[in-house]
């Protein structure tokens, strides 16, 4: 199968799942800049969510781009990353309209948690589909902002029931780590 159809799907899914993360925040009751306070933990977690999502496809845009065809564990693991992509619109609108409470909180970092896993294998499918020369291997090394990644997801979660906030915190600063442009695979596909 060419890799132009996977990226197509995975494009149309992850345009969808922005949108219903969009279409979820209600409008504001009232034209007052008071009637934007019960919606904004709403708005902000849209916020986060989307950097996320935005990520992920930035990401998976790059690391698609290594390959020359598709196999089919790739296939499956391109399907499961996508399940936990899917899941971002409830896992924002249930801690965005309980207003950060700690279960909430705790089932976001784990769909978090659970995206960064999928990446990870759907990275090790193409790495083992594309033999010991693989350039995504020789582009992404040892992955420490992969695995970095997970173990600051599993400590926020931990950390919820503590304190959601502190949580957040972490969320956001995964999401930090990952906004900065990652090149290595830009530098390896131009040598």
Known sequence: MPKGRLEAFS??????IITVMVLEMRVPQGGS??????VLPVFLTYILSFVYVGIYWNNHHHMLHTCSGVTGLMLWANLHLLF?????????GWMGEN????????VYGFVLLMAGIAYLMLQRAIIRAQGPDSLLKKAV????????????YLAAIGVTLLSPRAAEAVFVAVALLWLIPDRRIERRLAE
């Open 11 to 16: 494009d149309g899914v992850i345009a969808i």
């Open 33 to 38: 800049v008071q009637a934007l306070r019960p």
């Open 84 to 92: 936990w992509l899917s899941l971002f619109p409830f896992a924002t």
């Open 99 to 106: 207003h950060f409470e700690a279960v909430p909180t705790a």
């Open 141 to 152: 090394g040892r992955d420490w902002k992969g695995k970095v990644s997970l173990v600051l």
